[in-house]
């Protein structure tokens, strides 16, 4: 498929509607705007649901329970919408009400900022069946990039499971059952309990002028942000959490810095695989089957960094390199088939890691090689961007440099992320439909 026409199909799927709808994952899709002067949805932060958990308690009827979960978008704007998930609960669930404001300190929010959110042109309620997600109205509220954001939840009735994202790497709050609405609290008095979870929350989208685009990270743990862990699983980096040290994030700021408009999201699940299923429900569906909804449900994208594999060759060893090629080629042409452009990533080494790398990486690393080197000379995708390069050891190229390697050898410091950030050509981002003549969205 040629670029042109490519960039075609994007005036087609680039931009959703202003007008909020009750949709399924599967039936969201943009619409075309009306030339290039119109503002359009973009989105400004993302957590791919991954299965569904029971309720942290049991709703008690005419009592319920509340959520508070914090996001922190991307970019801002003065007009947002919500994305709220029941893709993987076992019955329906009721948003009785539902307000975005924004953060202080915990879980509270500023007084002034407290707004309502309604569904379906103004309800203050709506009813998502399991398999669905819920598309708010717009809501009126002005943030800033990387000001977090709170979306607080009342659930009147028994919640059952909970579809959420198992790995949020940031502090979300929620109060016991039974102690009523509590989502326009502003002290955060009510809310008791913490959780690093995404309950129900799974977008976030801003108005944003005609030019703007977003770049979809697409991957495992390494996009999702996990750092060093102990073979309990435990973090062994301090102060990660709430800080925005993803490489996605350290990869926005390059962007805002370089002033582009480009807003990078994050589809990363920890554990997750290419061709199938993780071992357990909170690894997430294989990545090539929520590609639909991960990734081409978002507004705005046009381009996607495809990063994933690793634990098709570790959690356990599996994948051949024939099957990984083939995977990449059906996800590649997936993308493009949509029109959007996409950027393929090289596999980290990981013969030295803790817990699946001495049962599974060290014979798996010519696999991991082989598969690196077609990336590099394939012209499937847009563009390379070699993760592994930039981080292996010089001396050992089967690890990671010991500079940039957690506790567990297999997933980058902070300090790593950001210089996978770096690597990234941001000039391969070129915009949707709107910049994609004159190259201004370089």
């Known amino acids: ?20 709808t009750s949709v399924t994952a599967s039936a969201w899709a943009g619409v075309p705007i009306a030339g290039c002067g119109a503002r359009h949805w973009v989105s400004t932060w993302s957590a791919s649901p991954t299965d569904a958990v029971e309720a942290t308690g049991s709703a008690i009827p005419g009592g319920g329970q509340t959520y508070r979960v914090v996001v922190t978008p991307h970019r801002g704007g003065d007009s947002a919408r919500i994305r709220l998930s029941n893709r993987f609960g076992s019955e329906p669930v009721t948003f009785t009400r539902v307000t975005v404001g924004r953060q ?20 203050a309620s709506t009813t998502a069946a399991p398999g669905s ?13 990387f000001e977090p954001l709170t979306i607080s939840i009342h659930i009147d ?59 979809v990270a697409f991957g495992d743990s390494a996009t999702d942000g996990h750092v060093g862990a102990d073979f309990l699983g435990n973090p062994r980096v301090d102060g990660v959490v709430d800080q925005n040290v993803r490489y996605p994030d350290f990869l926005q700021r390059r962007l805002d810095e370089a002033g582009g408009e480009v807003v990078v999201t994050n589809a990363g699940i920890g554990g997750n695989r290419l061709l199938s299923d993780g071992m357990v429900p909170a690894l997430g569906r294989a990545g090539e089957s929520r590609i639909e909804a991960d990734v081409l449900a978002q507004s705005g994208v046009t381009d996607v960094i495809v990063w994933i594999g690793m634990n098709d060759l570790g959690m356990p060893i599996g994948a051949s390199y024939e099957q990984l090629v083939a995977g990449y080629t059906r996800v590649v042409d997936r993308l493009h088939d949509a029109g959007l452009r996409a950027h393929l990533g090289t596999m980290m080494p990981a013969s030295n890691s803790l817990v699946a790398g001495l049962a599974s990486f060290p014979p798996a690393d010519p696999v991991r090689i082989r598969v690196n080197t077609w990336i590099r000379t394939q012209r499937l995708s847009d563009s390379v961007i070699d993760f592994d390069a930039a981080v292996r050891d010089p001396n050992n190229p089967s690890i990671i440099d010991p500079e940039y390697a957690s506790a567990d050898n297999l997933h980058p410091t902070p300090e790593g992320y950001r210089l996978i950030a ?12 709107c910049t994609a003549g004159n190259g201004s969205g370089r």
């Open 104 to 123: 202080t300190q915990g879980a509270a929010i500023a007084p002034d900022s407290v707004h309502p959110v309604t569904f379906d042109g103004g309800n």
């Open 157 to 215: 009735g028994r919640v059952g499971r909970v579809t959420g994202h198992a790995s949020g790497n940031a502090t979300s709050y929620y109060t016991p059952s039974g102690v009523g609405d509590h989502t326009s609290d502003t002290a955060g008095g009510a809310f008791s309990h913490t959780i690093t979870r995404v309950p129900f929350v799974s977008q976030v989208d801003m108005l944003a002028p005609a030019g703007v685009a977003t770049v």
């Open 422 to 433: 770096d690597t990234v050509d941001i000039a391969e981002f070129v915009g949707n439909e």
């Open 1 to 20: 498929m040629s670029r042109d026409f490519r960039y075609g199909l994007l005036a087609a799927i680039c931009v959703s509607a202003l007008a909020g």
């Open 133 to 145: 997600d819920i598309l708010t109205d717009p809501v009126p509220i002005t943030v800033e990039g």
